[in-house]
């Protein structure tokens, strides 16, 4: 069984601006359709027409006292409308679920999957993700559709239009860790140098949630800290509770400190285990730094 994996969907997608009644079908034709890749934005190719963002106003803040005409405000670019775009994904063997995120997409996405609609997202500028494990059952090519819409005046500056940043199918097997769900934050940091460069003690606090629908098997979850090196810092590990989710603390000694000088980083290594068996694992980048507000001002590392 395959622990997880993420696949970047940025080519073969096809492209139609405009309401197109029946695009989310699977048989729907769209051989005519633009071919596209990922981060695109279909305002851009134009034409600028300045009706498009033109006011006739009196700006008070300014002390005017007739209305004149204004533009600029989204560069004249042709963003309002809707816009379709269809794609296929590949699902192999040994997967149990299946997500789409969508690091950016203008505006109001209706996401369908083998026709059917998976999810909405009311806004453009948020990363978002979709379960489509329902729907994607089985191995093999399936068909994604998104729908999306700009609505005049939703926007005080341009915001882009179309699928603008990448989307990316995430699999996992039967048992899997949280997309988004292992976070990590410094709780304390002793000991630091005079440069604010490194520290004799450190705590790392950290939150892992997992995913288990069937909610059968001991589970344990393993969080190792490791340093550019690769060498392990510290290490801990508990049993995965009702709720789904652990709560660990690794100390640490003698670490390098974060900041925007010296962003020193190191690997948290994650791992859902049952048994000897390792059902998921993930790493994650993490800076250790102490912040704080005092009558002096704002502290980074004691400085």
Known sequence: MAQSTEQLLLSGWRFQRGATEGAEAVTFDDSKWQQVSIPHDWAISGPFDKDIDKQVVA????????????????????????GWYRTEINVPEGYSAAELIFDGAMAEPHVYVDGQDVGYWAYGYNTFSLDISSVVKTPGKHQVAVHLQNVEESSRWYPGAGLY????????????????????????VTGIDAEARTAKDARLYVTSAMVNPEK?????????????????????????????????????RDVKLWS??????????????EGDKVWDRKETKVGIRSIEYTAEGFKLNGK
């Open 59 to 82: 700006i008070e803040q300014n002390g005017e006292k007739e209305a004149t005409e204004k533009t600029g405000r989204s560069g004249s670019l042709p963003w309002i409308g809707e």
């Open 165 to 188: 940043r990448p989307v990316r199918l995430v699999l996992h097997p039967a048992k899997y860790l949280a997309t988004w769900g292992t976070f990590a934050r410094t709780t304390m």
């Open 216 to 252: 059968q098997g001991k589970l344990r979850m393993t969080q190792t800290l490791l340093d550019a090196e690769g060498n392990a810092l510290a290490q801990a590990s508990a049993e995965v509770n009702r709720s789904m989710e652990t709560n660990l603390v690794l100390a640490l």
């Open 260 to 273: 925007p000088e010296q962003p020193a980083l190191y690997t948290l290594v994650t791992e859902l285990k």
